[in-house]
């Protein structure tokens, strides 16, 4: 059983990588939302309308897995019914982080996945990266249309959208989030150059071996 942060260290991980996606420029203006799942049925989340890299501690919401809200006084992010999903369809998921990252969302608006084994490090902590078809924002469809890939996948692109990465800590989840433009910028750049080189199916498997010893579900 993975353990459950407790409320202080949730809400401390949803500011701190709150800001560092802000930073990193994965979001703009109030793009973006984090959640932290803290029992068998409560999560933390961030609120609607607000700029991830400005979040204190009250902007957060703690809700139940049927959306109901425990604590906060804000009403919780549009796309809480996704991160909701995702806790429900696996519970190994402790962590959610949604985001709009600029190379990884110019794929996802291409309608193409990053598929194809060309970084080390991805091929590790991601493996393939599908395209969820669209969704109105904020809507059910777009729980259901993430729900066949919560399971066999650590992350996700939002057709015309933005990205979508999960884990068992905010700490992991984030760090896929930033794997996922890093190996989108390197795929796009391949692409740029006019070369289709991939890893060889034997290093692919090599790699993916190493996922016990680095903690990776």
């Known amino acids: 059983m993975i353990p459950y942060p407790t409320d202080a260290q949730a809400k401390a991980d949803i500011l701190a990588a709150g800001r560092k996606i802000y930073q990193r420029g994965l979001v703009a203006a109030n793009d973006g939302n984090l959640s932290v799942r803290v029992g068998e049925n409560a999560l933390w989340v961030t609120p609607t309308g607000v700029c991830k890299g400005d979040m204190t501690e009250d902007m957060l919401v703690k809700m ?42 110019t794929f996802a608006a291409a309608g193409i996945p990053l598929d194809k084994p060309v970084l080390q490090e ?29 399971r066999d996948y650590r992350a996700l692109l939002l057709e015309y959208h933005g990205a979508v990465t999960w884990g068992t800590s905010m700490e992991q989840a984030h760090y896929r989030l930033e794997c996922l433009e890093q190996v989108a910028t390197v795929t796009l750049h391949l692409h740029t150059l006019g070369c289709h080189r991939v890893i060889p199916p034997e290093v692919v498997a090599e790699l993916e071996g190493l996922r016990p010893a680095w903690g990776i579900l």
């Not at 897995?65 to 995702?86: F, N, W, Y």
């Not at 969704?135 to 059910?140: R, T």
């Open 64 to 105: 139940t897995l049927d959306g109901t809200v425990l604590e906060g006084t804000r009403k919780p992010s549009s796309e809480a019914k996704m991160h909701l999903r995702i806790y429900q369809e696996n519970p190994t998921v402790r962590a959610v982080v949604h985001a709009h990252p600029p190379v990884a969302t």
């Open 122 to 150: 991805a091929v590790v902590q991601l493996g393939t990266v599908p395209v969820a078809p669209f969704a109105l924002p904020g809507s059910q469809g777009v729980a259901d249309s993430v729900a066949p890939f919560c």
